[in-house]
Nanobody, 113 residues
Framework: VQLQASGGGLVRAGGSLRLSCVAS????????MAWYRRAPGKFRELVAK??????DYGDSVKGRFTISRDGDANTVYLQMNSLKDEDTAVYLC?????????WGEGTQVTIPA
């Protein structure tokens, strides 16, 4: 499984971005998909995850970010609204099938302070 993330950029605080993660195969063959982020000097953090039945969010993004998926496009999205400077990070796409993890290249999101 290959994952290709895109959609990052530089946006002012309060703005929005939508990240996309395109999978090389059907996303419905995966047990779940998620977005993580890694900020300078910080540990990798779960942002949001989605399975067939559930969605879950990190506390710092609840109410601002929304994860969704499009099976026809083999794509998972992360809609990010009301962005803050603390959201600045490399955002990583993740998928898992049973105990096997797959990671894509990150996409940089920068919110100037």
């Amino acid at each position: 499984v290959q994952l290709q993330a895109s959609g990052g950029g530089l946006v002012r605080a309060g703005g929005s971005l939508r990240l996309s993660c395109v999978a090389s195969g059907s996303i419905f063959s995966m047990d779940g998909m998620a977005w993580y982020r890694r900020a300078p000097g910080k540990f990798r953090e779960l942002v949001a995850k989605i399975t067939e039945t559930t969605t879950d969010y990190g506390d710092s993004v609840k109410g601002r970010f929304t994860i969704s998926r499009d099976g026809d496009a083999n794509t998972v999205y992360l809609q990010m609204n009301s962005l803050k400077d603390e959201d600045t990070a490399v955002y990583l796409c993740h998928a898992w099938i049973s105990t096997t993890d797959y990671w894509g290249e990150g996409t940089q999101v920068t919110i100037p302070a």
